[in-house]
């Protein structure tokens, strides 16, 4: 069975739900604490749950980023283990510049949300398609162009950078697994498909060997169907986001 | 059209600054001390003075619980003060406030930012200070920096 850890630091809230739904796929979860370091190259591989890591101080992500621990998951992931950051530890994985980790250095930001309505944190149903046509360890289980619906809270989510080339590599590398898209699937660059103005809808990023994910949306808060607006007949069936944590079980098979 | 500037601190502990200490210390830097305060400036049509005297109240800005202003920086002369503002914020949600909300109607538009003052003992401490704000305190993608 895999093992994952799921890396608990300060201020993070979502390491239940997290473990729960790596659980579900007959996985292993840990909740893992950032300054508990012994034998975390043990796991096969490392989940950054949501929250706000160190109240997201100076800003969303980057005093975790600066951590010590995050040189040893840059070791694992360099290794090809699977690291996976969600909404904050998404973030965190921007902030330290493991994604999309074409330079030795942040080539990217989670920008304040650019939305028509709501100033600040935004907390919504969204749906994102899988844009990638190359499998790797978070869409085995997906079909390409899938659309699935997931929510998102955060008041900074915006894929943004300030290099121009960046998207091009991105687009030709395919590394843009999740982009926000509507009910068709249509990318369409306006509210409410694209909930924060994200650069081309970029939802999340995988690097370019296919083992590291930053997603801002919550698979874990969809791993049930119960969870899911309208859908709380269908119980304790699987959720659309569970294809992601099932995707990784395969992976490390 | 003139400007008024205004400088919001904390006179409770600021808890982001210490963090910041503690987090450039573990980047491996001497540092003195961290401080932090939000840095507002405001181009108006309208009298300065009176402005600068409603400004100070609106506890939008200033709660006066916890915070304490100015509209002039005093600076320390062994601290480096950075300022960090977003490249693309024009502050239009809280202007809007600041203008329908509070009748604040002689803003024409306004500035926002954090004002960081780092207390560096070195010769260097500019370039020290900018080389800590590129790792830290700023993210080139979507902000930008000035030292003031």
Redesign the interface.
Known sequence: MSKIAVILFPGINCENETARAIESVGMKADIVRWNDTRNLDSYDGYVLPGGWS??D???AG??AA?DPVMNIIKEEAEKGKVVMGICNGCQIIV?SGIIPGLQDK????L??NKNPFV?GFYCTWIKIKNFSKKKNAFNLKLNEGEVMNVPIAHGEGRF????ETLVRYLLANDQLLFRYCDETGNIADKFPANPNGSLINIAGIVNKKGNVLAMMPHPERAAWMRQVPGMHSNGESAGPGRKIFESIREYLK | MSAVELFVGLKIPDTTAITTFHTIEKMGYKIGKVKREMYYKFEIDGDAEKFSKKIGKVDVLVNANKNKFSHVLEKDADAVYVLVSDTDDKCEGLMHVLKERLELKEITSMEKGVLWALYIDAADKEKIAKEIASKLLHNENYQEIKIV
């Open positions: 160190y109240e101080r100076i800003r980057v005093i600066k902030e942040v080539q990217m930001a920008a304040p100033s943004a950078t300030k290099d």
